[in-house]
Structures are given as C-alpha cells and as structure tokens.
C-alpha cells in the first residue's frame, strides 16, 4: 500500500524516509517532465493532467506562485483524502513541496476540511518534524464545512477574504489565486501521487494498472459492502474488484454511485467489470470523479436516493448564480414530490427539461454535476421515476424484482 | 479561434435584456436566467450580441476571443 497504512496513526518522518528514502533533488523542468510523463491525473473530481497543469502555473509564475494543497473533501460520500493525510501526511507535504519546486511557488497552503480533525492534527504534527525552512513557507488553512467549499475559486477566495464562495471566472486561479498570484490548487491525493512519481520515476507509476489503464488510486467504498472504507486499487481493476476489497456486496444491489454525489448513477448489471479509471470511464459517459463507489441496495429506491442526493446538493449552492440557486431546488423539490409518490403533473418531464438546462449555467461546475447525477438517474431510474409519477414506487410493489449475480 | 458570449453568472441577475436583443442567442429560463446557445456566435450575429453586451444593465456579458483552457 503506497497512500494508506494497515498501521494505525500517521507515519513519523523518520518511517516515512525510512521507506521511501530522501526527497529527490530534481529541478523544476525534469519534475514536471516526470509528472507529465507518468500520465498522472487529478484526484479532486474533473480528472485534469497534473502535468499539464504544473507546467501552465510554470509559466506564469515568475517564482511568485502559491500551491494550494487541497484536502477540503467536502464529498459526503468520500474519505479518502482525509485517510491520506491522516496516514501519510509526510507524503503529502512532500507532493506539495515538489509541486511548489516545478512552479516556483515560495508559499504553500494546506487546504484542509475544518471537520477532519485527526487529518489536521496529524498534518500539524507532520510540519513540526520538518525544518523551520519549510514550516516558514507553509500553513494549514481550516477549509469551511460544505460541498463548495472545496471547489478551486472557492479556496482561493476563502484563503483571500474569508468567503468560501467561488468567485466568476475568468481569472482562473491558475492565472490570478491567493494574493493575486498565479495558484497551483491541486488535490492532495495527486500530490502525494506526484510524489511517488518524482522519487521513483514515471516508469514506476506507467507499469501499473490493470489492461489499458496506468496508476494507482484511492477509492472510499461504502453502501451495501461489508466492509465500507478506503481502498487503494491499480486503476483498471473492475467495479466487481471494488466490492471484493470492500469484504463483498451485503444483500442485493441494483445500482452504483459513481464518482461522487457530482458523479453518476450506473446500473449494477451493466457496469460489474467496468475498469474503475478515469479514461474507460469516460468512454462509458462515467466519472471517476474522486473515487466514490457507493453501492444501493435492491430494496432502496432509487427516485428516493436520488431525491436525498439532489436535495443536499442544492442546500449546498452557494447562492450566487440564478440557474443554479433556482434550477436546483426547483429540481430537488420536483423529484422529492415524486419520491414521495404525490408528484403534480408534470414533475417529471419538468426534472427532465431543467436538468438539460443547468451545465454550465454556473459561475462553478457545482449545477454540472448537479445536472450529471440527474441525467444518469433519469437513464439508471428510468422506469422508477415513470412510475412515481403514476404515484406508484416499483422497488416497494416488487421488491424482489432484481437478483444480483 | 472566434469570439464566444460569455456571462458572469454571479452579476447576472435575470433582466432578461439580453434575450430581447438577441434571440438567435439567447433563450430564457423558468426564472428568467439567460440560457446561451452554446459554440462561437456566428458573425451574422456579432453585431446583436455586441449590442447585448452594451445594454447589459449590470455589465455581466462579455464577448472574448476563444481559447485553450485548463479544465478544472
Ligand atoms: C462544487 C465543487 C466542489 C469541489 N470540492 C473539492 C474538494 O473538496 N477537494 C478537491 O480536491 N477538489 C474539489 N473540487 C475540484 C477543485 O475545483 C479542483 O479541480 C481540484 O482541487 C484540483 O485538483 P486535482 O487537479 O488534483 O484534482 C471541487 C469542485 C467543485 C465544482
Ligand atoms: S454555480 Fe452555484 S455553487 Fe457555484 S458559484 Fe454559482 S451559486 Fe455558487
Ligand atoms: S441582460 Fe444582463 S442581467 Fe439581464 S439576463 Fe442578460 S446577462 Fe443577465
């Protein structure tokens, strides 16, 4: 295991060198040839070369630059990033380090969930052991508890003037972030990855991964398994490996959250030997995302789910944008109507019509994926939402319809 | 490369302006939030969305040259 430990507790510096041995001592243009060579991508949702993304904060920097190591997870349904940190917070710091090293960044931000405590306490503990060299050009930023929180203007604009709200793009904040200067806000599970990768080299990280895909990743398993938690897979293994390494599915399971609560709903059936990475996945119209596999029992219907879902996503906008503020809630209460089998006419053609209208209607990607959790429930749940609208719920009236091979 | 409408969805607040000056562009929603058709504006239309861009009366639409973009 690279990015988790069986070991309860974060690893001390003195382990962490231990097995991995000293920092390598690369230059800015052979990192970021490293990183892009490993064909490394994002770990916070959208799946973005992390390469690529180094070498444009590169370029605008001009050694003025900030990295902004973003461990928010705002994701009900993901843990990763906080058992990241809370395991091998030495890891992280060191991807951070190495990424400020390829952009010429002097300041470094942890960005981290002001929920996730043992993941802050053991980041706080991890800088004590560093040298006074490098805790002078870091600090831990308690991010605020909510979904947007988490997203990349929002950050930035948090760690400027205290408002966790995103802000209108263009500047992006790799163009213009924390104190106007250009800012790497990258994921620190991708950190951590890049920081495998400049100590062993893109060739290590290129000859993993099952059939087509390459690497590794960080998965939070939960639903109907017997083991919910925090896996580490080669990317390629399959949807079926998942529910292996969570201890098996509990009972039966008809559907799959994919990708987060902004990912998408897949069928069971459907998707069992789907590779879990993030370019197989976007051929089949599925999103890696930020790792989220999240099982639904047969006995959970998924007009319900989806209801529950789209009702905390848009609780959670930040209030800013009309398409999103009205678009969402008008979606939730249109589809909690229906969950609960007293839709008006028109519910559901209305959930449909609204939902084509949200992507990119926002001034962040918060209504996208809002709008892909919808479309895929609309695919996923087709018959279940037609029926709710006659107010009749099909896994209740038939509940034994589906059997999980 | 062309020009695209962009919108600040933050300033927008849903006059619905834009929409009246130019429909080849520009539907409306349920609430009155402009929905742009996506893609770079056909030069037919330039001169109409210019003119949106002018009578925006809370400066949220702007024409910009179209260009690489690093996804977030
Ligand atoms: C609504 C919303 C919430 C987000 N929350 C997080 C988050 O909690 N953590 C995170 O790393 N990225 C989050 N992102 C993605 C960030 O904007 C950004 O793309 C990411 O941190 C970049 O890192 P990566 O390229 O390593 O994935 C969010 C995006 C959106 C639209
Ligand atoms: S799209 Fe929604 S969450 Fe994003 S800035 Fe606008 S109102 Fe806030
Ligand atoms: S005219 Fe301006 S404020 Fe009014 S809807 Fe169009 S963009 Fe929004």
Known sequence: MELIARAAGAESLTAHLQRLGPMPAL????????VEASGLLGRGGAGFPVGRKWRAVAERAAGGAVVL????????????????MTARPHLVIDGALLAARAVGASDIIFYVGAEHRTADA????????????????TRIV??????????ESAAVHYVNAGDARPTSSPPRPFER?????????QNVESLALAALIARRGHAWYQGLGRGRARGIGLLTVSGAVNRAGVHEIELGATLSDAAAAAGGLRGDVRAVLLGGYFGGWADLH??????????????????LGCGVVHFLPSDTCGVEATARFMTYLASQSARQCGPCVFGLSAIAGATQRLAAQSPQPGDLDRIVRWSGQLTGRGACH??????????????VFADDFAGHQRRRCLTISEPARVAVA | MGEVLQIDRIRCDGHGLCAELVPELISLDDWGYPIIKPGNVPPSVVEHARRAVDACPVLALRLARTAALVAR
């Open chain 1, 366 to 379: 918060h209504p996208d994926g809002a709008a892909a959790l919808m479309h895929s429930a609309l695919q």
């Open chain 1, 27 to 34: 230059p800015s243009g052979a990192l970021i040839a490293e």
């Open chain 1, 142 to 151: 308690a991010a605020q508890a909510g979904y947007v929180s988490g997203e």
């Open chain 1, 122 to 137: 053991a980041l706080r503990q991890a800088l004590a052991e560093r040298t006074g060299e490098v805790r002078g050009r």
């Open chain 1, 69 to 84: 190591a973003n461990g928010a997870e705002g994701e009900p349904l993901s843990f990763k990033d906080r058992s990241l």
């Open chain 1, 177 to 185: 972030g924390v104190g106007g200067r250009p800012t790497l806000v």
């Open chain 1, 270 to 287: 459907e998707q069992w030997g789907l590779p879990l990475d993030a370019p197989s996945m976007r051929a089949r119209g599925l999103a």
